[in-house]
């Protein structure tokens, strides 16, 4: 490929790409509402959690999102985005508040992180600029190569999940189901049909999280020969149809 033609495509695919870790089903660790749920507060877990009428985390919180991220990818990501310092710088600069939902404890410490994908963009950003900052131009280059076959495309009348991730002080306490309820909400907020993720091979926890919480397989998808890469094999992916709430 020629290198201009390269980089372009690069750059056009990273806002997809890097935001495809993200629909790989982790229940992990973080999140924000969108402007479809601005004003609009909901308790979550029986009152121990809430999310958050914000515009997604706050600025001092953007540090923290980027660890939660990092720490949920890295088992994933971790052979293409290392070192840690600059995987965690990458996704620190380029995660939008504007596509994510934030569980709370009573205190409003952030606990946990949502995000979601629209057409209009994305939790998990960033483009090769970003990309090259943290890592140089060559080194930019290989890895949105590398990362390319994750992309996953949106649909019509569709909320893509761009992933749960969930503090591990707050494991076990039902954060990750208050979250996943509160993307479902989301999605019927913007008048969405259909919610929609894919979880791996690997994470039968997740597969079934998602199960009880009315999520449907649809359709299986091999990473082939880099699986040794990725850490997986195959990806699921899983739909939960939107209905009036009763």
Known sequence: MHGFLACRHVHNELGKLVGVAGSFGFICHGAKIGPACAGRKSKLCGGRFQTDPLPGFLPDERAKAGNLFWQAFAGKLGRIMSPPDKARAFFTATLDPSFCLCARNAKGELLGLAGFKTAQGGFAGGGFRELAACYGWFGAL??????????????????????????????????????????????????????????????PRARALYERQGFVALADSNTGPLRWLFGFSTATTMVWTARPPE
């Open 142 to 203: 290989w890895r949105g190569l590398l990362l390319a076959p994750l992309e996953r495309d949106l649909e019509p009348d569709t909320l893509l999940m761009d992933g749960i991730f969930v503090d591990e002080a707050a494991r076990g306490m039902g954060a990750g189901s208050a979250l996943l309820s509160a993307v479902k909400d989301e999605t019927r907020a913007r008048n969405l049909s259909n919610l929609r993720l894919d979880v791996i091979d690997t994470n």
